[in-house]
């Protein structure tokens, strides 16, 4: 098992930056890609970026250029810059992680709110 926990998130004007947490622990020596996603009230949950434990990134268009993944292997953390966030950023994030073996795992999710 892997316990995923977010932190970061909160209420930010437009333009303001933000920095996301994910702090894995458990069995995470067969974490292969982290991730984020967020789900907006009333909107499917999205991809937002992942990053592989290689540090390949890969990221949804309408964030390319404002957000940025990372990981610290070492601290088995994963975080996402967000700058220049827009009110249609507004939503829950969730901290994603997928094993080897093809298990998903999931964080609680952290609100984050983009007021104009």
């Known amino acids: 098992q892997v316990q995923l926990v977010e932190s970061g998130g909160g209420l930010v004007q437009a333009g303001e930056s933000l920095r996301l947490s994910c702090a894995a622990s458990?069995?995470?020596?067969?974490?292969?890609?982290m991730g984020w996603y967020r789900q907006a009230p009333g909107k499917q949950r999205e991809l937002v970026a992942t990053i592989t434990r290689g540090g390949t990134t890969n990221y949804a268009d309408s964030v390319k250029g404002r957000f940025t993944i990372s990981r610290d292997n070492a601290k088995n953390t994963v975080y996402l810059q967000m700058n220049s966030p827009k009110p249609e950023d507004t939503a829950v994030y969730y901290c994603?992680?997928?094993?080897?073996?093809?298990?998903?795992?999931w964080g609680q999710g952290t609100q984050v709110t983009v007021s104009s």
């Open positions: 458990g069995s995470i020596l067969g974490i292969n890609t």
């Open positions: 994603n992680a997928f094993s080897l073996l093809g298990n998903a795992y």
